[in-house]
């Protein structure tokens, strides 16, 4: 049966995007077919982080409307052949989000997917909602920053009352916790609230944790999701979030700061 | 719930001003309303005396509201004499709603109040039929359960315990809210605001594992976090009403 994860936070600016890209590439490596559907109507930059906004002919709103089919809409990723990309409008309004409509789409892409993310708008309106609606599992993307924490606890409260499953009275939304530019030093000094701090005030599984990188700017850039820069600390860390998603044990890898050997030290070498 | 006029601060906590503070302070109570329609009723003085011996103390000296709707006329002897034979029974007397002007007029003549005319569905008053059960929050005919909540209660959220306590077993977010007519509960850590005893009850406490909450209140006495002292955040605690004073005391 085909899973409906949505990749939210509340807050703007956390690492959604660049979350679901990774989160969907991963999937998708893995022998998953693989579908990511863009929710942020106007302010659209999945494509971008996708690198496939130069291919993009029909949109989420298109098929809403029914002036496309899903078929005609989904673009087919170069790297990755289990994964497709459906990217939102940006000259659309969220006014087209009907609730009913994303639901019929939602159930064509079960037909041909094993997994559909859902890369959701900031906020909690009308765009956030529809994204997070019909979710099976919800990746709670925080990062450890007080009014990041305070929104994310919002849109725990949202999809455990608002969320179709609430409504319905089904099991509820799996939620997961993701946290995202963690830096082990600042925390240490005090300046950043640690991983236990967010796990207290929020109360869910800790799915994975991404330290800040500059790798992921440059991801953005090229239009390559960070997960495919093999080597760096993010795409490691996606990779093992990736692997918690689907049962796998995996330790925490980049939540201390990194100890720097005697003699890189010495000789003023980064670890 | 009690309201302070100047601000909704304790009175021991209110700022110093250059001018006297006013003697007064504002108030709300739960009180029984008698139709004077009701007294055209058979042997209703009868059955109103029936209603009190099931209960005696409950109804020694409380206070009562005449309501005139629906009805008209009645002098001043009129309402002086009804006064008098519910001060048989024990009963004050203290005030109409409704009415005409005339029946006003007669009203204040004898030294009533006039009360605003409130809606049934008001939570604090309720229009009250002799016949049926009394409504007040000491002497419910079957007490209700508390309500219990034992998933978090999250930012935005808030939760009214009507008529009961509140207990909560998970944490409570800040930005979340908490009421109950009762007293509050909180086996985790409490972090949003807790309002106990919102229907006036002055005995309601609060209860919690770990204090961090960013307001608490009883019966319309609040504080907010930063008026909490240092000693008791981030402590088990238990918060009750003392005269005009919310007290936090430590759980250990």
């Keep these: 049966m085909a899973k409906i994860i949505v990749m939210t936070s509340g807050k703007g600016g956390v690492g959604k995007t660049t979350s679901s890209a990774a989160f969907a590439v991963g999937l998708a490596a893995r022998g998953h077919r693989t579908a990511i559907v863009d929710f942020d109507v106007g302010l659209r930059n999945l494509d971008i982080v996708m690198g496939c906004e130069r291919r993009v002919v029909y949109d989420l709103v298109n098929v809403l409307n029914g002036e496309a089919t899903l078929r005609q809409a989904l673009i087919r990723d170069k790297r990755m052949e289990n994964l497709s990309i459906l990217a939102a409008s940006q000259t659309k309004d969220k006014e ?31 765009g956030a909602l529809a994204a997070l609606y019909y979710a099976d599992e919800a990746i709670i993307v925080t990062n450890p920053e007080v009014s990041s924490v305070r929104d994310s606890d919002r849109i725990l409260g949202i999809l455990s009352s608002k969320s179709h499953r609430a409504e319905k009275g089904e099991d509820p939304v799996k939620e997961h916790l993701l946290v995202t ?3 082990p030093a600042r925390v240490e000094q005090g300046e950043m609230l ?32 960070v997960i495919l820069d093999q080597g760096t600390t993010p795409a490691q860390a996606y990779e093992d979030a990736v692997g918690r998603f689907l049962g796998e044990t995996i330790e925490q890898r980049f939540v201390k700061a990194a100890r720097r050997s005697f003699f890189a030290r010495l000789m003023g070498r980064p670890a | 719930m009690a309201v302070d006029p100047q601000n909704s601060k304790d009175a021991s906590e209110a700022k110093p001003s250059r001018l006297t503070p006013m003697p007064l302070r504002g108030a709300s109570y739960t009180m029984m309303v008698l139709r004077l329609a009701e007294l055209a009723q058979p042997d209703f003085f ?30 001043a002897e009129d309402f002086e004499e009804l006064k008098r034979r519910l001060r048989e029974l024990r009963l ?3 005030g109409v709603q409704g009415g005409d002007e005339r029946q006003q007029e007669a009203a204040i003549g004898v030294g009533l109040a006039i009360f605003p005319s409130w809606r049934a569905s008001n939570k604090s008053t309720r229009a009250v039929d002799p016949a049926s059960q009394p409504v007040r929050q000491e002497a419910p005919p079957e007490p209700r359960k508390p309500l219990l909540i034992d998933r978090p209660v999250r930012s935005g959220m808030q939760i009214y315990a009507e008529g009961t306590d509140l207990v909560v077993t998970a944490p409570v977010s800040a930005g979340a809210e908490l009421l109950a007519d009762g007293s509050i509960h909180v086996y985790a850590p409490l972090r949003g605001r807790a309002l106990a005893g919102v229907s006036g009850d002055t005995s309601a406490r609060i209860f919690c594992r770990r204090l961090a909450a960013e307001l608490l209140s009883i019966a319309g006495h609040h504080r907010v976090s930063e008026e909490i002292a240092e000693a008791v955040q981030g402590r088990p605690v238990q918060v009750r009403l003392q005269g005009d004073n919310l007290r936090i005391e430590t759980i250990d």
């Excluded at chain 1, 019929?104 to 997994?115: A, M, Q, S, T």
């Excluded at chain 1, 640690?194 to 850039?221: C, F, H, M, T, Y």
Aim: charged share 25%; hydrophobic share 45%; glycine share 10%.
């Design chain 1, 96 to 126: 087209a989000l009907e609730l009913d409509a994303v639901g019929k789409l939602l159930d064509d892409l079960r037909k041909d997917f094993d997994y559909i993310v859902c890369d959701s708008p900031a906020g909690i309106e009308k």
């Design chain 1, 194 to 225: 640690s991983v236990e701090d967010v796990q207290d005030i929020l109360a869910i599984k800790l799915l994975g944790v991404i330290p800040e990188s500059q790798a992921v700017l440059r991801a953005s850039n090229i239009g390559q999701p």
């Design chain 2, 46 to 75: 009868g059955r109103l005396q029936a209603k009190i011996s099931q209960a005696p103390s409950f109804f020694d000296g409380a206070p009562m509201l005449l309501d005139l709707d629906g009805t008209a006329g009645g002098s």
């Design chain 1, 181 to 183: 530019r963690y830096d």
């Design chain 2, 92 to 94: 004050a007397l203290v």
